[in-house]
């Protein structure tokens, strides 16, 4: 059975950081192409980053230059290194892998709230 399971979200101040993990089972993530979604109340679920088998990154622009996606294949995790944190950014963070249009897995997704 595949499990995604997201951590590290939390309260954090403007300006803040967070390193949002999400750690794999019943895959091998260096298999799978890797992102981190977010969902603001009211918003669709918008793409913040990805990373390739090979891989490349890439980024949504109002994320460029803050985060930072990466995958630790010996624990099988991915992460997500946010700074300068803004308001904007509050929103559940979802973890996704795709191999496939069949074989895509999410996560429960974890709470980011960026607030004084």
């Known amino acids: 059975q595949v499990q995604l399971v997201e951590s590290g979200g939390g309260l954090v101040q403007p300006g803040g950081s967070l390193r949002l993990s999400c750690a794999a089972s019943?895959?091998?993530?260096?298999?799978?192409?890797a992102g981190w979604y977010r969902q603001a109340p009211g918003e669709e679920r918008e793409l913040v980053a990805t990373?390739?088998?090979?891989?490349?990154?890439d980024y949504a622009d109002s994320v460029k230059g803050r985060f930072t996606i990466s995958r630790d294949s010996s624990r099988n995790t991915m992460y997500l290194q946010m700074t300068n944190l803004k308001p904007e950014d509050t929103a559940v963070y979802y973890c996704?892998?795709?191999?496939?249009?069949?074989?895509?897995?999410w996560g429960r997704g974890t709470q980011v709230t960026v607030a004084s």
């Open positions: 990373l390739t088998m090979g891989g490349s990154t």
């Open positions: 996704k892998v795709q191999k496939s249009s069949a074989l895509t897995y």
């Open positions: 019943g895959i091998s993530l260096r298999f799978y192409v």
